[in-house]
């Protein structure tokens, strides 16, 4: 089945405790995005690549880290988590989009920082 | 920077109607997209249209596009409880999403 898996779905966590949201797609995907969506702010583009070892910012990257070592995995890491960074996290894929354009998404992870 | 925005952000009818939302953007476009969203849940792509597309329909859904308006139109026909979510469109070559329409469909 094709699909996006984050892991994990829900997490609490502590100021400063470094922590890796994963995320791997199984459609062979070339690009790759993390979003947080926030109440009144709806979805905003955290980091996004467009193919293996090519990443680049989106509107919101302070305070995040992203790796694009294989094509299927691109890991989001919050290096020093702080409670502004609570939010629920989606990670999707697309076949290059100039293409289908057709983004799928993961099922989200929810993160509290304390 | 928001790409496209959704019109109205919250829209209440009962089963049985149509819905319409609307969707403005800023710059050129390829093609734009919507979205749906269960609560909490992860967007599923709804439709896509092209920009060199005017209409497009799949099922019980309906887009429109006019680029010389930079804006599109989501029209849900015979809407049903279960497309009670919030919809998006999303554009822009780094696709970025509007802050999403909440549809409420009453039985």
């Known amino acids: 089945e094709a699909q996006v898996t984050q892991n994990p779905r829900y997490l609490i966590t502590v100021t400063g405790k470094k922590l890796t949201v994963t995320c791997s797609q199984n459609?062979?995907?070339?690009?790759m995005s993390w979003y947080r969506q926030d109440p009144g702010l709806g979805l905003r583009q955290i980091y996004y690549?467009?193919?293996?070892?090519?990443?680049d910012k989106g509107d919101v990257p302070e305070g995040y880290k992203v790796s694009r070592k294989e094509k299927r995995n691109f890991p989001l890491i919050l290096e020093s988590p702080s409670p502004n960074q609570t939010s629920l996290y989606f990670c999707?894929?697309?076949?290059?989009?100039?293409?289908?354009?057709?983004?799928?998404f993961g099922e989200g992870s929810r993160l509290t920082v304390l | 920077s928001q790409q496209g925005e959704e019109d109205p952000q919250a829209l209440s009818i009962q089963e049985g109607e149509n819905a319409t939302m609307n969707c403005s953007y800023k710059?050129?476009?390829?093609?734009l997209q919507w979205y749906r969203q269960n609560s909490g849940r992860g967007l599923v792509h709804l439709i896509l249209?092209?920009?060199?597309?005017r209409e497009k329909h799949s099922g019980r859904l309906r887009v429109t596009l006019d680029t010389s308006k930079k804006s599109s139109s989501l029209l849900i026909t015979a809407s049903r409880a279960a497309d009670t979510a919030s919809y998006f469109c999303?554009?822009?070559?780094?696709?970025?999403f509007g802050k999403g329409m909440k549809l409420t469909v009453n039985p």
């Open positions: 999303a554009t822009g070559l780094k696709l970025v």
């Open positions: 999707a894929s697309s076949h290059y989009r100039d293409t289908t354009g057709e983004l799928f």
């Open positions: 710059t050129s476009i390829n093609n």
């Open positions: 690549s467009m193919n293996v070892e090519v990443t």
């Open positions: 249209i092209r920009s060199n597309e």
């Open positions: 459609m062979n995907h070339e690009y």
